[in-house]
């Protein structure tokens, strides 16, 4: 399949700990966030999306903080399992840009058996 | 119900050429948006089309030109190729045009200019 990102930062972590991924974004007027997954030779997967009204969000395994202060978002993953390699993307947007989601450069994210 | 498709999967174009990428959205979406992906780096918005008009539109040159059919499939033309052109073009379909709308992926076009 097709390789995502040959040079991306990467996260190791042991199959079962908690894995975090940290996002900086650019633009102090965004109001909504996304993370996505991407694995190889597919496109980018929703995993979960937070608003700026909102400081943390969580779903299935996975939370999103938000910090509107130092512009920073990050991902968390509990019980990170092996189905959980892939490149993680952030993504922002302000309203009124509708769709013109931003995306952050990447972290790959790999699960050590 | 077949998610978003793309065609074609790989393509080879010489620079100066021109290409057309395609793009099938899935079943019940009418908005679709095409990002390209240099390697190593995440998505970048090219264009939306919602209604078979350009809705939105990121910072690409005039030579990057798309449509969308009635059956809201799209396409997205490219002309004047670059060594610079290439890399994954991403095609994502949505239910309406506005950020809140979660986006599907498809699995992209590999394009390589030489």
């Known amino acids: 399949g097709e390789s995502v990102g040959l040079h991306l930062p990467t996260l190791s972590v042991q199959e079962g700990d908690n894995s975090i991924i940290n996002c900086a974004y650019s633009n102090s007027a965004s109001d909504y966030f996304i993370w996505y997954k991407q694995e190889s030779g597919k496109g980018p997967q929703f995993i979960i999306d937070i608003r700026s009204n909102m400081d943390k969000r969580q779903g299935q395994r996975v939370t999103v903080l938000l910090n509107k202060t130092v512009k920073h978002l990050s991902l968390q993953i509990a019980a990170t399992q092996p189905g959980d390699s892939a490149v993680y993307f952030c993504?922002?947007?302000?309203?009124?840009?509708?769709?013109?989601?931003?995306f952050g450069p990447g972290t790959r994210l790999s699960v050590l058996p | 119900d077949a998610g978003v498709t793309q065609s074609p999967t790989h393509l080879i174009k010489t620079r100066g050429q021109q290409v057309t990428l395609r793009c099938s959205p899935k079943?019940?979406?009418?908005?679709v948006s095409w990002y390209q992906q240099a390697l190593g780096q995440g998505p970048q918005f090219i264009f939306q089309y919602y209604e078979e008009e350009e809705r939105q539109r990121g910072n690409f040159p005039d030579r990057f030109s798309g449509h969308q059919f009635p059956n809201y499939s799209s396409e997205l033309n490219v002309n004047a190729l670059l060594l610079g052109d290439s890399a994954l073009y991403l095609c994502?379909?949505?239910?309406?045009?506005?950020?809140?709308?979660?986006?599907?992926f498809g699995p992209g076009t590999r394009l390589t200019v030489t």
């Open positions: 079943s019940g979406h009418d908005t």
């Open positions: 993504a922002e947007t302000a309203s009124g840009y509708g769709q013109n989601f931003v």
């Open positions: 994502a379909s949505s239910l309406g045009a506005g950020a809140g709308y979660e986006q599907y």
